[in-house]
């Protein structure tokens, strides 16, 4: 019963809320080691909509909700306010849909899901453009925007870029009221620092981080794969992923991994 009320519940929506919550308390997941961020990303989309499908009682199919949430229960673990303080709250957000989504949203939406007032860090990847265009401070500038206003009313602490160039990021750095803290570089693409970006980061105080994630760490297609094989959907075409944040909080004295976890926004484009 449980797909069925599921698949119905999706097939009259027209947003889709999916979070994991805390990835660590996922038994199945900490044994099973994806070898790639996207190969991750999958397998807890697929998870979380798998167990949520499943628990999915008869009531709910009658029900026309226009936001569906789809989250798993056990997994969901808010931060205790009287340890927050000994905590680093990050996360870096990936813009997946070409319309502008709300980089709102999915911060209020990582916020609300952890229980705390603001992010320490919030790392945004490149928007996806067309091929042969290159990335541009104009193309950047909107979503930088939404961000600095996001750290004016104090729900982000700083912000900072991935993949930016020496001149990309110089560009940014200049034209921004809030300038990056920080700039991650994929070391499958470059294996040492670029010297020039180094230079620039040191003299303007930017941290350079390495990471491993793809282009696309989650791409349409591979959403609608994923949905049609969880909820046995013949509809999963409708659906487009907005925007994917994957977020960590750390232990700041011990530098452990305390929690992590992802949150997803899709719309359903009904003909």
């Known amino acids: 019963m449980g797909t069925d009320a599921a698949r ?124 042969g265009i290159s990335l541009s401070l104009e193309y950047l500038q909107p979503y930088w925007q939404e961000l600095e206003n996001l750290v004016q009313n104090k729900k982000i602490v700083a912000i900072g870029t991935s993949d930016l160039d020496k001149v990309l990021l110089e560009q940014l750095y200049l034209w921004a009221q809030v300038k990056p803290s920080s700039n991650q570089v994929n070391l499958a693409s470059c294996c040492v620092m670029p010297p020039d970006l180094t230079a620039f980061a040191k003299q303007f105080d930017i941290q350079l981080l390495t990471h491993n994630d793809p282009k696309e760490l989650l791409c349409e297609a591979s959403f609608q794969e994923v949905l049609q094989e969880s909820i046995l959907t013949t509809k999963a075409h409708e659906w487009t992923p907005l925007w994917l944040l994957r977020y960590s909080v750390i232990v700041k004295s011990r530098g452990i991994i305390k929690s992590k976890g992802f949150i997803l926004q899709a719309r359903r484009n009904a003909s």
């Open 8 to 131: 119905a519940l999706l097939e009259r929506a027209t947003t889709l809320n999916l979070q994991t919550g805390n990835l660590l308390n996922w038994g199945g997941l900490r044994k099973k080691c994806p070898a790639t961020p996207g190969e991750e990303v999958r397998d807890c989309i697929q998870k979380t909509l798998s167990e949520w499908s499943s628990k999915i009682g008869q009531d709910l199919n009658q029900e026309a909700l226009e936001v569906v949430e789809c989250t798993v229960a056990q997994a969901i673990e808010k931060i205790n306010p009287e340890e927050r303080d000994e905590l680093k709250v990050s996360a870096k957000l990936f813009i997946i849909g070409s319309n502008s989504p709300s980089i709102r949203d999915a911060v209020d939406m990582a916020c609300s899901a952890l229980g705390v007032a603001q992010l320490d860090s919030v790392i945004i990847a490149p928007p996806p453009i067309e091929d």
